[in-house]
């Protein structure tokens, strides 16, 4: 009688085994691989295209850069007006006799300019540069400096333009307010 018993839940047994193959199957199928989270301060990795596109990029020269900066621009549709003016770029001044024809208004952005400086006092300059100017280390800053005259910073408020000056003066700094 035990035989006869084994032999009726034969299929039912068959049937009971496939399912869970079948599940695990697609359990298997269905599951990502885990990735190990990166661990806070280190640098997200990145792909080997982007790695040989940067480490070109940071090889080119100022003139290399500028050219690349104009082709992307052309490409991508991008307006052509900058964050914030570095080096030898100055505002246009509105013509005279836009002025004559509009009404006096308050002007409420300045232009802060380093026309000369001190070279005895260079060194403690281009690290008050430096540390005023954002994303500036001390090669940029150094070039900066020595560009002059350069304009440090445009549209700015009257608060900020003093600030800027009076920084600027106290290390040799030779600064205009336009």
């Known amino acids: ?72 621009k052309k490409r991508l549709n991008l307006p052509d007006a900058p964050v914030m003016p570095m080096g030898g ?15 006096k208004t308050v002007k409420t952005s300045f232009t802060v300019k380093l026309t000369k400086f001190d070279d005895k006092q260079k060194v403690a300059l281009i690290k008050e540069v430096k540390s005023l100017l954002e994303g500036f280390n001390l090669v940029q800053a150094k070039k900066f400096v020595e560009s002059v005259p350069t304009v440090v910073k445009a549209d700015i408020s009257k608060d900020e333009a003093e600030k800027l000056k009076e920084a600027l003066s106290k290390v040799g700094g030779i600064v205009e307010i336009e």
């Open 1 to 72: 009688m035990n035989g006869l018993k084994f032999v009726k839940n034969l299929p039912l047994q068959w049937r009971s085994f496939s399912r869970c193959v079948t599940l695990r199957q697609e359990v298997v199928q269905a599951a990502a691989p885990l990735s190990i989270p990166i661990p806070e301060g280190m640098d997200k990795p990145v792909s080997a295209k982007i790695e040989k596109i940067v480490s070109e990029i940071t090889n080119l020269n100022l003139l290399e850069v500028s050219e690349l900066s104009q082709v992307l």
């Open 89 to 103: 770029f100055a505002m246009a001044a509105p013509a005279q006799e836009e002025e004559d024809a509009a009404p």
